[in-house]
């Protein structure tokens, strides 16, 4: 089969396609011929290696493993002894190690039935930032009806599910944003739409119950300000790429919230059947719809994540597999 592998951190020139076995799957996966992938921040950073802190896990010099890519979705082909959710002929999406390959192995507990309304490319650009913004508001921030949200960086993949969900869960939305990128988040649910070059949303008179910070590109107190008292910022993951940079970040937002009424939270996703079962149904019932900016074939993935890279993308960035 073909599969994108990187044998070194780099560049995305390090990506590369090579033939490798089919995978067996484990008693605990299933074994998926993959339709489409999507590319996510997770990946140029494992590319990359950096924070330096990932090669911890990833491998000090170079990566352990090979393969490439996490979220995805396809046609179940075979299944380990443990499985009971699935059979040969299902459709699936979900997120596990090797996205990027015709065919990859993934734990039952990591996947879920993929949504009829759904093409396969609409799918595999669920899982991460979906469950990712599930988790941010639903769990962390315990949005519910009438709650204030504002969503900044709400035109990325993580935060156009995040205007959707918190819509979902009754919430009025505020959205920040490029200019270019207004007419999008309203039309994803957005009661506000705030262009970041015109208008700085820290300065306004608004207080909201929950902030989800997909940037990074705000102080603490900025956001502190136009929270309520007993308001939840919620920072999805960290920014930069410096390991000390890192951990200042998560650090600080643990120091800050010390000396505030408000809750300062950090979070990176825990990737569950249930949470994608959740989006699922939210898809079926048309409160949430996948943002694809592009799509490229298999071959170009290296292209797909340098554009990824640029911090540009409009909703995900997707690779058509088969």
């Not at 076995?21 to 590319?47: C, G, Q, T, Y």
């Not at 902030?211 to 308001?231: A, F, S």
């Not at 410096?242 to 809750?263: D, N, P």
Request: net charge positive; charged share 25%; hydrophobic share 45%.
């Amino acid at each position: 089969m073909q599969a994108v592998v990187y044998r070194s951190y780099g560049e995305p020139e390090v990506l590369s396609i090579e033939e490798l076995s089919v995978p067996e799957p484990k008693d605990n996966e299933v074994l998926i011929e993959v339709r489409a992938a999507s590319v996510n921040p997770l990946d140029w950073h494992f590319m990359r290696g950096e924070p330096g802190i990932v090669r911890l896990f990833l491998g000090l010099g170079k990566p352990k493993e090979i393969r490439f890519g996490a979220d995805l979705a396809g046609v179940v082909r075979a299944v380990g002894s443990r499985v009971t959710r699935f059979k040969a002929g299902d459709e699936v999406f979900g997120s596990g190690r090797g996205a990027f390959a015709e065919m990859a192995c993934v734990p039952e507990s990591a996947l879920a039935a993929k949504p009829a309304s759904l093409s396969f490319e609409q799918a595999a650009a669920l899982p991460i930032a979906g469950v990712t913004a599930l988790q941010a508001l639903q769990d962390k921030a315990q949005v519910r009806q009438g709650h204030q949200v504002l969503v900044n960086g709400a035109s990325g993949g993580v935060g156009s599910f995040a205007v959707q969900i918190a819509r979902a869960l009754g919430a009025e939305v505020t959205a920040v944003c490029s200019a270019r990128n207004v007419e999008t988040v309203r039309a994803l649910g957005a009661e506000r739409a705030i262009d970041y070059a015109r208008e700085d949303f820290a300065m306004s008179v608004r207080r909201y119950d929950t902030i989800v910070e997909c940037v990074g590109n705000r102080t603490l107190r900025d956001c502190v300000r136009v929270l309520k008292p007993k308001g939840v910022i919620v920072g999805i993951g960290a920014t930069g790429n410096g390991t000390a940079k890192m951990l200042a970040q998560m650090l600080g937002r643990g120091f800050y919230s010390l000396f505030i009424s408000q809750s300062v939270k950090g979070m990176i996703a825990k990737m569950n059947a249930g949470d994608l079962e959740t989006l699922a149904r939210m898809c079926e019932q048309a409160q949430v719809r996948p943002v694809i900016d592009h799509s490229y074939p298999l071959k170009e993935t290296a292209e797909a994540v340098r554009y990824l890279e640029t911090m540009r993308a409009r909703g995900k960035v997707v690779i058509a597999v088969s």
